[in-house]
Structures are given as C-alpha cells and as structure tokens.
Antibody, heavy 122, light 108 residues
Framework: QVQLVESGGGLVRPGGSLRLSCAAS????????MTWMRQAPGRGLEWVSY????????YYADSVKGRFTISRDSARNSLYLQMNRLRPEDTALYYC???????????????WGQGTLVTVSS | EIVMTQSPATLSVSPGERATLSCRAS??????LAWFQQKPGQAPRLLIY???TRATGIPARFSGTGSGTEFILAISSLQSEDSAVYYC??????????FGQGTKLEIK
C-alpha cells in the first residue's frame, strides 16, 4: 500500500526558509517520478516541482524557480523541498505525490499524501 | 499554460440521482485528462484517468467521457459519501500540468 507522509510545514516570516520532507513507502521509490504540489487557501491545485526517479530530471514552476530546491534520497525513501526566500503568496498546503501508475507518455501523479501547511506571514 | 475551466462551481443533487460535471480545456489535451475527488481535510484521490479509465477501487457509478477539449464526469446513484470537490486535471502538456478550479458537489 502506497503511503506518503509529509512533514516540516509551519509558520515562517517573509524571506525565511523551510524544508519539507515526504516519507514514502509501499512502492519502489527510485523507480517513480515524484512531485510537490500546493493548494493555497480557497484556491486550486498548482504544481511546484517534479523530480525523476533517478533525480537527474528536475522541473520548477516559474513562481518558485531560483528559490525552491527539490531533492530525493533513495536510501531513506524520502523526498524533500528546500524553500528559501519565502513570500506570503507561498502560503499553502503542500502535498507530496507520486506517479505510480505505469502509463505510456507523461507521468500522472496518482498517489498523494495528506499535506503539510506552510504559512508565510509577519 | 492550458487553462482548465470547470462548471458549475457548485452542484446540489439529491441522493440516488445523477450528477454531471463539466471540464473544458483551453486547447486540446487529447486523452490525458484525469478527475480527482477531494473531501475536506483529505488528500486528492484519483478517480479517473485517460478520460474514462477508473482508478483501482473506484465504483462503476463514476464514469468519464470526452475528448480534445470537452470532458464530463458523471456520477450515478449519488450517495452522501460523494459529497466533495471534484477537480479535472490535464497531464498532456509536460511539465506545465494544470487543474480546474473545482466543482463542489453537495448531496441534498
């Protein structure tokens, strides 16, 4: 059974930093694309960053490029998101998700964790 | 960026009836269209992918149709547990995946 458990959220001042973690289990971690998605209060879902199974392919949304860094540790079956220079508009529930289904073409992030809340406020 | 537009924003339907949720893409997403269900305090749950394929464990009451830019999620024999927000999602334009703003389904 796929399990994704996020941690590391909290309240931080604008300009501050946070590191989110996602502990994965129930699937061969290094074989699958992973992502961080976020959902701001009262708003829809937005992709933040993707990383391939071997960590060699990484993508960032323009809104976080240069400030956020995604990484993964296969030995620990964990995904991370280092968030620097945080802004109030980064306030959101951050979800870790995995592309488990083996589909032809682009990955579909079909398994999601419960999320961790990040609040950026002075 | 592909804009996904869902309608209606809110839908109120009686138990046992059928609900029809719409999703329109600003350009073709071919068959790379999925539907997620999200209940309060829970993670999004995959219902449908590839326009019409139900995910594991999803009952046959949920069905998806459409192609190109117009898609429908139909839920028949509505139950109270179907009360949730439903999101359509295009995964055709990598890496710029996008989601609709959601349809809130209320069971009367």
């Amino acid at each position: 059974q796929v399990q994704l458990v996020e941690s590391g959220g909290g309240l931080v001042r604008p300009g501050g930093s946070l590191r989110l973690s996602c502990a994965a289990s129930g699937f061969p971690f290094s074989d699958h694309y992973m992502t961080w998605m976020r959902q701001a209060p009262g708003r829809g879902l937005e992709w933040v960053s993707y990383i391939s199974g071997n960590g060699e392919s990484i993508y960032y949304a323009d809104s976080v490029k240069g400030r956020f860094t995604i990484s993964r540790d296969s030995a620990r079956n964990s995904l991370y998101l280092q968030m620097n220079r945080l802004r109030p508009e980064d306030t959101a529930l951050y979800y870790c998700a995995a592309a488990i289904l083996s589909l032809k073409g682009n990955p579909l992030f079909d398994s999601w964790g419960q999320g961790t809340l990040v609040t950026v406020s002075s | 960026e592909i804009v996904m537009t869902q309608s209606p924003a809110t839908l109120s339907v009686s138990p046992g009836e059928r609900a029809t949720l719409s999703c329109r893409a600003s350009q073709s997403v071919y068959n790379s269209l999925a539907w997620f269900q999200q209940k309060p305090g829970q993670a999004p749950r995959l219902l449908i992918y590839g326009v019409s394929t139900r995910a594991t464990g999803i009952p046959a009451r949920f069905s998806g149709t459409g192609s190109g830019t117009e898609f429908i999620l139909a839920i028949s024999s509505l139950q109270s547990e179907d009360s949730a927000v439903y999101y359509c999602h295009q995964y055709n334009h990598w890496p710029s995946y996008t989601f609709g703003q959601g349809t809130k389904l209320e069971i009367k």
